[in-house]
T-cell receptor, first 111, second 115 residues
Framework: GQQLNQSPQSMFIQEGEDVSMNCTSSSIFNTWLWYKQDPGEGPVLLIALYKAGELTSNGRLTAQFGITRKDSFLNISASIPSDVGIYFCAGRVNTGNQFYFGTGTSLTVIP | GAGVSQSPRYKVAKRGQDVALRCDPISGHVSLFWYQQALGQGPEFLTY????????KSGLPSDRFFAERPEGSVSTLKIQRTQQEDSAVYLCASSLAGREFNEQFFGPGTRLTVL
């Protein structure tokens, strides 16, 4: 199956700092998605990307669909304590119904 | 509520027992997905329904896993003769059709522990 690798695996940052994380795939995707998961809950969709090169923002979050279609990036500006959680990327090819999730990036924000 | 609900939230089974996990999707969502999430990992696709039709079950790990959605709304994931390696969180997600197919809403999951 498809392999999605996320980096870094974990991050410990001070409140107010900016955060960058990325996701790479061994295959081309037509759709990239970014989710946040809190303990004991299901993932919550943050941003959806549909076109190579697309840059989309949702509040303090900005995500980009890589030009090669094999990667995507998520940035969080001015982090706050409620940003704590695990961030997952997910990708899909248009011809399939499956969404492939990454390995996750665990974010800890130190007040 | 308006979100996806799952029950039970926690299930402990002895090895060899059968279990049934329920998912109530958002009303009107034609697409329904089941995922398995092992500890410390991302969700892994199990199966997909469009209304009552199971269009993709390629992610089901063995023939002990069975899913149904007979009326195109509530879905049940059944695991027969549970094994320890089945211990995981089982997530259900639903979405609309078209571009919104991609925008899945997840339930809180059922944490299954097989002893």
């Amino acid at each position: 199956g498809q392999q999605l690798n996320q980096s870094p695996q974990s991050m410990f940052i001070q409140e107010g700092e900016d955060v960058s994380m990325n996701c790479t795939s061994s295959s081309i995707f037509n759709t990239w998605l970014w989710y946040k998961q809190d303990p004991g809950e299901g993932p919550v969709l943050l941003i959806a990307l549909y076109k190579a090169g697309e840059l989309t923002s949702n509040g303090r979050l900005t995500a980009q669909f890589g030009i090669t279609r094999k990667d995507s990036f998520l940035n969080i500006s001015a982090s706050i304590p409620s940003d704590v959680g695990i961030y997952f990327c997910a990708g899909r090819v248009n011809t399939g119904n499956q969404f492939y999730f990454g390995t996750g990036t665990s974010l800890t924000v130190i007040p | 509520g308006a979100g996806v609900s799952q029950s039970p939230r926690y299930k402990v089974a002895k090895r060899g027992q059968d279990v049934a996990l329920r998912c109530d999707p958002i009303s009107g969502h034609v697409s329904l997905f089941w995922y398995q999430q092992a500890l410390g990992q991302g969700p892994e696709f199990l199966t997909y329904f469009q209304n009552e039709a199971q269009l993709d079950k390629s992610g089901l790990p063995s023939d002990r896993f069975f899913a149904e959605r007979p009326e195109g709304s509530v879905s049940t994931l059944k695991i027969q003769r549970t094994q320890q390696e089945d211990s995981a969180v089982y997530l259900c997600a639903s979405s609309l059709a078209g571009r919104e197919f991609n925008e899945q809403f997840f339930g809180p999951g059922t944490r299954l522990t097989v002893l």
